[in-house]
């Protein structure tokens, strides 16, 4: 299982292009589910496993591995599906999201498909599960269903959304309220994070739910004649979503003369020194790890005090 994320360093080549590699595996039946290979770190058999008391229901319990302790979620359970029977020989994928590590219980991996962001659709409103889908996809006439990570861990443990009082009390911030900004994401919980976090800040939010969808937005604001700098203070973007990831978008709009000067901040959970390396390359103003309140402020007041030079 090891071998499948082998070749990590050709699919850094594909952020910026408007592709993406999916791991794809089951859970129960032969339906099709996904996450982006960039949130694996490895796909291992199930060590040990330790219980834990007062653990949450869709947690299986702990592991050690590499020496870490990480926790194991049963992802089945997770989304509302019975759960997984586990033994030595269960499979578990280990991932990073937000800053932090854990394992999901499967049943089952597929294999890893290369694809074109423009190929993964949101998923119908019809879909049974769609609460914890970001998108859909069709791989070999299968429907291939990619789960909101962010999603499952949320409701697991709770994310703090609070900006504190210290932060708030910044008299720069007090610019903030009445401004607009755009965010961009495929993720419904991160886009209530941000705009509880930025409603903390009296600021007028706009929402998009895909890259495409968003720069349609900017281009329409602009066919109308609103000068998009004046409107905006910044416009946040994930990274990876359906039709158009967030590099892609925000080279859109550094081609753009009515777009490219506007700040954009790519805000996504995929986190290290990679990301950082291709925020640089798109050109984005500024980059944030998923999901820190007070560090959103910091951007936010970054922002501002562009207006005060």
């Known amino acids: 299982m090891a071998s499948l994320l082998d070749s990590v360093d050709q699919r850094t080549q594909l952020v910026g292009e408007n592709r993406l590699e999916i791991l794809m595996f089951r859970l129960h039946g032969r339906q099709l589910f996904a996450i982006n290979v960039f949130k694996v770190q490895e796909v291992v058999r199930l060590p040990k496993l330790t219980l834990i008391p007062q653990r949450h229901p869709h947690m299986c319990g702990v592991i050690t591995l590499r020496g870490k302790t990480i926790p194991v979620i049963d992802l089945a359970q997770a989304i509302g599906m019975r ?8 499979t ?8 932090s590590i854990q394992a999901f219980l499967i049943g089952s991996v597929e294999r890893i498909v290369n694809l074109n962001w423009e190929n993964i659709q949101p998923p119908p409103r019809t879909a049974g599960r769609q609460h914890y889908l970001t998108a859909i996809t069709n791989v070999d006439d299968s429907i291939v269903e990619i789960i909101d990570v962010e999603k499952v861990l949320a409701e697991i443990v709770p994310m703090n959304t609070k900006i504190s009082a210290e932060k708030l009390s910044n008299p720069l911030l007090a610019k903030a309220r009445g401004r607009e900004v755009l965010i961009i994401d495929d993720s419904m919980v991160a886009l209530h994070q941000l705009t509880d976090a930025l409603g903390q800040l009296g600021m007028i939010v706009h929402k998009a739910t895909d890259g495409l969808k968003g720069l349609q937005q900017l281009q329409l604001w602009a066919d109308q004649g609103v000068v998009l700098t004046d409107k905006l203070l910044m416009v946040v973007t994930d990274a990876e979503m359906p039709e ?12 753009d003369p ?15 020194s990679f990301n950082a390396a291709m925020v640089e390359k798109v050109g984005c103003d500024n980059f944030l790890s998923k999901f820190q309140p007070d560090r959103l402020a910091d951007v936010v007041q970054e922002r501002l005090q562009r207006d005060e030079v």
């Not at 158009?244 to 081609?255: A, K, Q």
């Not at 777009?259 to 959970?269: A, E, F, G, N």
């Open 83 to 90: 759960p997984l029977l586990h033994n030595e020989n269960s």
């Open 92 to 99: 578990v994928i280990v991932t990073e999201y937000n800053r």
């Open 258 to 272: 009515r777009l490219r000067d506007l700040y954009v901040v790519m805000h996504t959970s995929l986190s290290g």
């Open 244 to 255: 158009m990831d967030g590099y892609r978008l925000t080279t859109e709009i550094r081609h």
